[in-house]
């Protein structure tokens, strides 16, 4: 690249992650970078830095999530949705473990917009501090704790930003550089739900915990009455194949649970016998 399109590269990319003007200590950094590593490496950096993440955070908080977010008049979307959970389901309770924030949470709108009740469970404090102050007045608690299956402290590992963080290390490498780690409690599922009261039917499962979902779903539903009518589980890389056959399974889950959809990360557990 020329010097000149090196420059208009980085000027773009402080303007459209950062939200602001390179200065010149920036400019000349970023520029030495390019020119001796390459500019993907330059745009590697930014889409993966604490600033970026930052950025893209405080942009998402344009739409207060306790507001409507469609176009109908006078949110009839959101009314209509709300009646029709209502009308389908025993509760409108969600369960979120690794909630992580209100960005790219799966219940965020659900607690936010629809009115659902729940509990967010977040480990890495950032986030779960984030999550608090956004859903401030709704109808949801949010722990800061790690959910594993035994209980005690234990270090969680932080990956290139905050949403990569995981009691597992290597799960965490997975992502990139291991930045470092937190102590956080250790929590298992059925016992936190214990304390706050959950219905045994309660509506939504998501948990997206970088390694140890199967571990946490396994011990819900092996060890408890607990029982989601419906769970959003992160699957990984091979989503295209998933299936209920999958050894990762528990012989509880496979008899009770059917997988209804796919998508690019995840898959849907629906209970046998539940709308």
Known sequence: MTATSTRVVIEALHRGLLGREPDAVGLAFWTQVADSMGIGEVVTSFVSSEEALDASVARSRVRD??????????????RF?????????????????????VRISNTVDLVGTLGWQGV?????????????AALAGCQVTVVNCAIGTYE??????????DHI????????????????SV???????????????????????????????FEVLNDLVDTSDYRPHWIIAEWGPEWEIASMRDPRFGDVAKEQYV?????????????????
């Open 65 to 78: 999530p306790r507001h409507p977010w469609s176009f109908s008049q006078h949110a009839e979307v959101e």
């Open 81 to 101: 949705l709300h009646l029709v959970c209502s009308s389908a389901l025993p509760n409108l309770f969600a369960v979120d473990v690794g909630a992580a924030d």
């Open 120 to 132: 967010m469970i977040e480990a890495n404090p950032v986030l779960a501090d984030r999550l608090k």
């Open 152 to 161: 005690g402290p234990a270090p969680l590992f932080l990956g290139i930003n």
């Open 165 to 180: 963080s995981s009691l597992l290390r290597q799960s965490t490498a997975s992502w990139g550089e291991v930045r470092g």
């Open 183 to 213: 102590e956080v409690e250790v929590r298992r599922l059925p016992k936190l739900l214990d304390e706050i009261g959950a219905p045994l039917d309660f509506a939504l499962l998501s948990i997206d915990i970088e390694g140890l979902d």
């Open 259 to 275: 997988m209804v959809a796919r998508d690019s990360g995840n898959v849907f557990l629906r209970r046998r016998g539940a709308i």
